[in-house]
């Protein structure tokens, strides 16, 4: 699906430059509608996605919170892992900020702002190389390292370079706002957890946290304080480094490239109501910096509302602080006490209805900036932004979903915003950057924090001036086959982004009198051959869009069977299974059992390795060779930027010491035996995998050396411990070819895995969202009839289904239920509730237990919560795991 979104993109709408002769911008000055805008989904399912860099040829850099950099290829549509950081992701750390140098193209240097794993306590700033799409980690230059609070709260992280050099970088408070009642937390008191007080960091000159600093990186890795910040170079007890100070959550900041303005969104305290002795309730922020200053937290939020300076010994309100004069009398202050006059904030809104800005409507708060946009900064392609946002700036609000522009004034005040795109649905927009070609590209967190959103993604927006030609994708139930071949194709999901526009097809089948113009033929074709078919679709105008599907006719593809004679999904301990395989092929006549691939492998881990297509099947150190993105710098029969696979496994051939020697080389890097060039050591991987990578490499040359079992036999099962671990089966036969058809390959699997499965691993779920975090893998039920979905389950021999719950402040029962959520009831729990807990226990996991009605049912199997008291994404029944029991 994302390959088909994506080829929508690539035929209907120009990635860059066009060579049309740009005509005057009819939207210059006249708002265009929202239809002019067409949102494209490039990548989904993402975890935790933080910032993005869309670099100049349309390639997309991102980086996920639990240390993954990956990107997005334009070209090919595929997303590749090109990097990991072992990072400490609890809390709000983990990978935070990510920018390109402005001289990427030549120098591909990119910086990273991250917790790294272990100790200290401490956040880093560094520059890496990014060379032939992946990040070399031994070429970090450490710039900057920020001793922080581990575990708490208000990380920032956001990265943006100016149009001078100048990298911005903000960080929070890395204070908690649950020990203040939720007013500043500016607690002085003795013997007290350090992160109770913002005034050692939001409100010290000589404290990096709680502000945005702005410095000028150099060459060989250090970088240097240019003119303008807030306290100059040599002024005690400051930090040079600092050009916004009094910051609570700068989550994203933007940077507009004319003028050097900063914005940035200012994540607000939870206060809900204005207390009389303690201060404002909480607001969020957007604000703006023209130069240097201070910005007010903890002692002010929103248009400088100043908070009480309040004794948490005596609980007594001494007085209200100064926005002309804030003063920082904490013990835990090791800066100057007088500050900066505080500047007011651009744009502030509460929880509640604002009276000010009551546009941005109301409930959670997590305001963010995006870029400024100028038109002409862009090149002349079809589908930059008009002229109409020029000067805007574009803001965004994580819980409320959605994005206004702002436009201000000749001294860069507000002046007016409106919403944009306000009938698009945004889940969570965590970040935003324009492309040389003046279209947006969009990261969108997903609906839950702290969590793997399977509507989470990476998105592009792209602007029609005129009419739009339709978008295209063609599919069909089948690529290959034996002739006559049948062959039903669909055209389902092809549109007009006109709404007026209608669309005709046409088919062209690559046959004489092969052409249809029906949205959704069948053709059949007669003789052997290779068919590219191709869909054009066109708009009442004229304008259209071409997809291409590729047929290959003459060679059915052999049928692989597994005979496997205990349960097909889960493993019970010691014990001996019979099993067999059996081979068809039309063509091929009697298959010699010896050219039957079969091996059976334990996994450690929960890295599903799926047989692909018939035509795209994977061992699994190849599937794992591409997961780690090694085939960007590593073909299979060709030389890339390192040796293809099939030279080193000719090079190792008969080498008893070269698995060992491989593997040492691929986790911990090295050079020299193949050229010039260094390989980067991939110490993110586990041993398994890369032990796995390594036989495949090798196998290429001596295909015995993979552990081939015989086709019929016993195997013995043993007592595994992992819950995440699975015994894969997998059986391979590749055809001879015929009829002019190379030789075809089917891959049948089994995927054995423990009877326990943890509820995070779920193949699909709905209104229900993983927990993520360090050591945790539940499932959160956040509403009525929400469900998790395991693929291909058998039910054969399970007699009851062992459930570890919490249902928290919840209750309802959970329904077993076989091929759909509504399918056919194979088991329920009794009510659950608080009251079922055993033994009066108060909190924490519990199991209960579903009887299973004895079925031989093989196939999706969903738990699907009916619930019967409230349930909201705060108050939710928790799964943590399923035990299947015979």
């Keep these: 699906m994302r390959k088909s979104l994506l080829l929508i993109a690539l035929c209907c709408v120009s990635l860059w430059s066009c060579t049309k002769q740009e005509s005057i911008d009819p939207f210059a000055t006249v708002k265009p509608e929202e239809s002019r805008f067409t949102k494209i989904p490039l990548v989904e399912g993402l975890n935790e996605p933080m910032e993005l860099e869309v670099l100049d040829n349309g390639d997309v850099l ?13 070209a ?73 609070f581990r575990g708490c709260c208000h990380s920032g992280g956001s990265l943006e370079f100016d149009g001078k050099g100048n990298l911005y970088l903000s960080m929070g408070d890395d204070t908690t706002p649950f020990e203040s009642d939720n007013y500043n937390p500016i607690d002085e008191r003795t013997g007290r957890p350090e992160n109770v007080d913002a005034q050692r960091s939001s409100g010290n000159s000589n404290d990096l946290r709680g502000s945005i600093i702005r410095i000028k990186p ?24 600092i050009y916004v100070k009094g ?89 100057v006490e007088i500050l900066p006059p505080a500047t007011s904030a651009l744009i502030w809104y509460p929880y509640g209805p604002s009276e000010e800005f009551p546009m941005l409507d109301e409930g959670g ?85 702290r969590a793997q959103n399977d ?104 049928i692989v069977q597994i005979d496997w004679k205990g349960n097909r999904s889960f493993y019970f301990g010691n014990e001996a299974i019979d099993y067999g395989v059996n081979v068809t092929d039309s063509e091929d006549g009697s298959v010699d059992e010896s050219d039957i691939d079969l091996t059976i492998t334990y996994i450690e881990g929960y890295d599903l390795i799926k047989a692909g297509h018939e035509e795209e099947v994977l061992s699994i150190g190849e599937t794992y060779i591409n997961q780690a993105g090694c085939k960007a710098c590593h073909a299979i029969a060709n030389e890339s930027v390192g040796p293809d696979y099939t030279a080193v496994s000719e090079k190792y051939k008969g080498d008893a010491n070269a698995k060992a020697y491989l593997t040492n080389k691929i986790k911990n890097g090295g050079g020299g035996v193949w050229g010039e060039r260094v390989m980067p050591g991939h110490t993110h991987l586990e041993d398994q995998q890369i032990s796995e990578m390594v036989d495949f490499i090798l196998s290429i040359s001596d295909p015995n050396r993979g552990g081939k079992l015989p086709v019929r036999g016993t195997y013995q099962m043993e007592n595994q411990t992992s819950p995440e671990g699975y015994y894969l089966v997998q059986a391979s036969y590749t055809d001879k070819g015929a009829n002019g058809i190379g030789p075809l390959t089917t891959t049948s699997q089994l995927m054995i895995r423990n009877p326990k499965v943890m509820a995070s691993n779920a193949d699909q779920l709905k209104d229900a969202a993983r927990a993520n975090g360090e050591n945790v893998s539940f499932v959160k039920y956040t509403a009525d009839d929400s469900w998790l979905m395991l693929q291909n389950i058998d039910l054969n021999q399970i007699t009851r289904i062992s459930l570890e719950i919490d249902p928290t402040n919840t209750g309802g029962k959970l329904e077993l239920r076989s091929g759909s959520p509504n399918g056919k009831l194979l088991g329920t729990t009794e009510k659950l509730s608080k009251a079922s807990r055993p033994n009066g226990a108060k909190g924490g996991w519990f199991t209960v237990e579903m009887p299973i009605e004895s079925t031989d049912f093989v196939g999706d199997i969903y738990l699907v919560f009916r619930a019967d008291q409230d349930v909201s994404i705060w108050n939710t029944l928790q799964l943590n795991s399923l035990k299947f029991n015979r």
């Design 218 to 241: 150099e060459s060989d890795g250090t970088y240097s304080i240019p003119e303008g910040n807030l306290w100059p170079v040599g002024t005690p007890n400051t930090r040079p480094e």
């Design 455 to 558: 509507d989470s993604g990476l998105y592009r927006i792209v602007f029609a001036e005129g009419n739009r030609a339709p978008q295209v994708k063609i599919s069909a139930d089948k690529k290959v086959g034996a002739a006559p071949l049948k062959v039903e194709f669909s055209s389902e999901g092809t549109f007009d982004p006109d709404p007026e526009d209608g669309i005709t097809y046409e088919w062209d089948f690559g046959v004489d009198g092969g052409k249809l113009s029906e949205a959704n033929p069948s053709f059949t074709f007669e003789k052997a051959g290779t068919y590219p078919v191709k869909l054009t679709a066109t708009d009442k105008s004229g304008e259209s869009s071409l997809a291409i599907i590729e047929i290959k006719v003459g060679n059915q593809p052999p």
């Design 365 to 449: 708060r997590n305001a963010m900036a995006g870029p400024v946009y100028y038109r002409e900064d862009y090149e002349k392609s079809d589908v930059r932004f008009p002229g109409y946002y020029n000067g805007k700036v574009f803001i965004f609000d994580w819980m409320r979903n959605w994005i206004f522009t702002v436009s201000l004034t000749e001294n860069y005040e507000y002046d007016t915003m409106e919403r944009f795109m306000p009938s698009t649905v945004f889940d969570k927009p965590v970040d935003m950057q324009f492309a040389k070609d003046g279209s947006l590209y969009m990261l969108e967190y997903g609906t839950y924090w």
């Design 76 to 148: 090919s549509a595929e997303t590749i892992e090109v990097g990991e950081l072992d990072v400490y992701p609890d809390g709000e750390d983990g990978l935070l900020g990510l920018a390109k140098d402005p001289n990427f193209s030549t120098n591909n240097w990119i910086y990273l702002y991250y917790a790294p794993a272990g100790g200290p306590s401490i956040n880093r700033l560094s520059r890496f190389d990014f060379k032939e799409n992946l990040l070399d980690v031994n070429s970090e230059k450490i710039m900057l390292e920020v001793p922080v």
């Design 62 to 74: 991102f980086i996920e919170r639990n240390g993954k950099l990956k990107l997005y290829q334009a």
């Design 247 to 335: 910051n609570r959550n700068p989550y994203r900041i933007s940077i507009d490239q004319r003028n050097g303005n900063l914005f940035w969104g200012e994540v607000g305290p939870d206060a809900a109501m204005d207390s009389m002795r303690r201060g404002p309730k909480g607001h969020d922020e957007i604000n703006l910096a023209t130069k240097a200053g201070y910005f007010g937290w903890p002692y002010f939020v929103g248009n400088n509302k100043p908070y009480w300076k309040y004794d948490f010994e005596k609980q007594e309100s001494l007085y209200e602080f100064d926005p002309k004069a804030p003063k920082n009398t904490s013990p835990n202050n090791t800066g």
